[in-house]
């Protein structure tokens, strides 16, 4: 396999002037990654950018200005939802699970909200990602070939939380990172199912996911399950795409400043001959893989000068967002459908609807007139918005699974998981947009 990817790069690679030979190792590297991840990952990004009390890089950050994009294959729904102080909840995870060996989950976790919070939902009153009123953000992004879930161990003697409630257990009792890796410590994060709508048919499933965890202070984590064990990653990336995990995207970031041709620099070089602006990161990745978009992103945020205003992090994460992140129809399977911008020390919460899919497989561009293209939202003021549109809200108090599926069928689901169904023929076309319901796609979930 390496031996044609090589092939294929090298007879690239001269008729490319500026493929020199500290860009040979690690684009042969990326082509490598790329054949392997992007067949099977759905490409949705996360990033926050950090805004400091002065210009200077080390001062303490004061505020956290985040994007996410929704990139899949399958036409979303993805209802907003909302949580609510004092609000009641048990973990949705299947108590059926281990009956042939352990027993059945006697204690699923259960948790009183202290914070209120809001974002982009699943079913069943789950979010897949959102901020709280503390100023925490989470979001669940695609994971496949590699996601493990961990299974229900009796003798942890802990409760046991469904891994589809990690985004709802956060935003309501975290009131940061450090606070929320402090909770999931707490309980143990189990392999469950979520109930989607497919073909008309309610069945459950199970999504290969990873979480990215953000607060107001510029704390991160990325948790991820391999091999069947929780892993956190904290306070070491503002970014987070797909596959492969991330101390591999994190290494393959710095592998490409060590052995390409750019040095993370802005200065001009000179190429058979020619100067050229920009020409300084030339051999950045393109393409909308998981690991080039993570490179991408990464080298404009090491890039932009220091944020100091919440005024100039918008703006970055802007032009990072549509520079880096935002993915047209056809030019992978996966484009983005929706994308969101949050302050995590204001509350706001931005939502840009770009496109949906019809039944037909083709793909409708929201018009930029209509109120359903752009949404702006605060965490603090819940209650207005709901009062606004009151159908467009979900409440997320989530309550035990009605529908329990057995821990081994979970797991071959979980192993057989792909982006999507696989049920729809695209031929990138484009429709018209009516916001006619009869005329869009059932959605089923959000990744």
Known sequence: MEDKVRKKYLKRKNKRPFCGKKNKKHLISILIASYLFSGTASACSAFIVPVHSSSASNSPIKNVIGVRTMDFEEGLSNPLVYGKVKDNNVSTVDTSYGKAATGAISNPAKWTNAYQFIGKGMTEGRAIEGINNAGVYVGGLYLPNITSYPRYNAELNKPALGVFDIVNYILGTSGSVQQALDNLSKVQVVLSTIRVSETGKYLNKVFPLHFFIADKTGHTAVIEFIAGRMSVSSQS???????????????NYADLVEKSQFKASNKPVQIDGMYMNGSGYLGLPGDSTPPSR???????????????????????????RDGATLIPVGFN????????????????????????????????????????????????????????????????????????????????????????????????????????PAQVKDAYVGL
């Open 294 to 320: 993570f490179e991408r992103i990464t080298t404009m945020l090491k890039a932009v000068p220091v944020a100091y205003k919440d005024n100039q992090a918008n703006y970055v994460a802007d032009m990072v």
């Open 237 to 251: 990336t503002f970014v987070m795409t797909n596959s492969p995990d991330i101390r591999f995207q994190e290494q």
């Open 333 to 436: 399977p996966s484009p983005t459908l929706w994308a969101t911008k949050y302050n995590l020390a204001t509350g706001s919460y931005d939502v840009t609807n770009y496109i949906e899919l019809a039944a037909e497989g083709r793909f409708l561009v929201t018009p930029e007139n209509v109120s359903f293209y752009h949404h702006s939202y605060n965490v603090n003021n819940i209650d207005v918005d709901i009062a606004k549109d009151p159908e467009a809200f979900t409440h997320a108090v989530l309550t035990a699974s009605k529908y329990p599926l057995s821990e081994d069928s979970a797991a071959k689901i979980l192993k057989d998981a792909k982006p999507t169904s696989g049920s729809t023929p695209y031929n990138y076309q484009f429709g018209i947009s009516t916001r006619d």
